[in-house]
């Protein structure tokens, strides 16, 4: 599939921010919190990550339906890039030596929130730069690539941290400073080519009439039937993705033992998942022309359900090794079909407000499994207790979804 030089573009920017996902969210930040010696336990990061999306979750969709207003959405695009960019730089500047865990989470917030934000207003700029029968190749192109490129910094960060000394944490600072420089220069190229097609036109009064467009989108939620089910199915399956994303290093840390998993192991574990995930966000994208997108997301639902099963039971490396597999196989694939699924089925000038909708139903999901899988571990003593909580998230996403129509388009004809 040849690509425009706005696809590619746009494209460019989940190689740019997917870099973020893989150092801070999953693999980094996890391992530094634990340095710091009035850290009791690294489980504890669920909480934080909860607070982050909440933050993010209650923001998204008043500033979506301001920014359908003509020449909003790149701008703020391009303020919550930066806040990402440059909260994930400061990150490098609290070491653990200084006993201020605080600061580091405060950080973590803000670069959530930066990278959440931003991703809002660029998952909306796929109406922009696509078509309805490209969406599900050129989000499957961008989620695939994403996942390769983060490889890149990842890599580079991981060599810093091995020849400065795993127990260093000087290694994994620098790895901060990398993964902002790559976020922000693969950003570089959206920010010129690519331009916001559809729009609301400027009007008197803006915020208070997105609030009033706001509140009429929920009197009429009749009118946007297909939406609010997909959000429904997409809130408690995606629930399950994010969480093993951000939990994946704590959970098997905390099942298996320092002593068992150590750093290298468990880093280039998540590189497998990274190198395994390209190819086959690929595959979903092409399997979904010929399947259709719906049959796919399914496909995916089922393959974490499995994966959670038998997450339970992991007793060794081997057993991680074989279960990153499984999530690296159908983790670019069903978020990439949910974004073009959903862009397919919502009014196109009103992109960003329906993915404020998008954003806020997915960041409440995130509040849930974090918050279930730490406070299971509290509880009981028991990480391994933990990803049961995780299990019917994806059943209940998958019961609501298949009531839904097999082709997107029919969607947002029944919505008209």
């Known amino acids: 599939m040849k690509l425009s030089k706005e696809e590619f573009s746009w494209i460019l920017v989940d190689c740019g921010n997917s870099a973020y996902s893989m150092a801070v969210t999953t693999a980094l930040l996890p391992i530094v919190f634990g340095m710091f010696e009035n850290v009791q336990s690294s489980m504890d990061l669920g909480y934080f990550n909860s607070i ?4 993010v979750a209650v923001l998204s969709p008043i500033l979506g339906t301001i920014a359908d207003y003509k020449d909003k959405k790149k701008r703020f695009f391009v303020f919550f890039t930066l806040l990402g960019i440059f909260a994930t730089a400061a990150l490098a500047f609290v070491p653990p030596s200084s ?10 917030v803000l670069s959530a929130i930066g990278f959440s934000g931003a991703n809002i207003f660029y998952d909306a700029f796929i109406v922009d730069v696509t078509s309805n029968e490209r969406m599900d190749r050129v989000s499957s192109v961008g989620f695939a690539f994403g996942y390769i490129a983060s490889v890149i910094p990842f890599g580079i960060s991981l060599a810093l941290i091995l020849l400065l000394g795993m127990d260093q944490a000087i290694g994994y600072q620098i790895g901060f400073i990398v993964t902002a420089l790559w976020w922000g220069l693969f950003t570089i190229p959206m920010i010129r080519d690519v331009k916001q097609r559809h ?15 706001l509140a009429n989108t929920f009197k009429n939620i009749r009118n946007h039937k297909t939406v609010f089910i997909f959000l429904a199915a997409y809130f408690f ?4 993705v994010d969480t093993i994303i951000k939990m994946v290093v704590p959970y098997a840390t905390a099942i298996l033992g320092k002593d068992s998993l150590d750093t290298v192991t468990l880093l280039g574990i998540l590189l497998i998942i990274q190198i395994i995930a390209f190819p086959c966000a690929i595959l979903y994208g092409n399997l979904a022309k010929r399947f259709s997108t719906s049959t796919m997301i399914i496909v995916g ?7 959670c099963i038998a997450a339970i039971f992991i007793t060794s490396i081997g057993h991680v090794f074989i279960l990153g597999a499984m999530i690296g196989s159908a983790q670019g694939g069903i978020q990439a079909l949910s974004r073009s699924y959903y862009a ?17 139903f997915g960041k409440f999901s995130a509040i849930v499994g974090p918050a279930i899988m730490a406070l299971t571990t509290t509880l009981t003593g028991n990480a391994r207790l933990s ?20 082709d997107p388009q029919q969607g947002y004809n029944v919505m008209e």
């Open 387 to 406: 990803i049961l909580g995780i299990i019917p998230l994806f059943v209940i996403g998958f019961i609501i979804f298949i009531t839904l129509p097999r």
């Open 199 to 213: 729009y609301i036109e400027p009007e008197p009064r803006p915020i208070v009439n997105s609030f009033k467009r």
């Open 344 to 360: 397919k089925i919502v009014p196109k000038e009103k992109s960003n407000e329906f993915f404020g909708f998008y954003n806020i």
């Open 99 to 108: 006993g201020q865990w605080q600061v580091l989470i405060f950080f973590f």
């Open 237 to 240: 399956y995606i629930d399950g």
């Open 301 to 307: 639902i089922m393959t974490y359900i499995v994966a």
């Open 52 to 55: 982050a999306s909440i933050l």
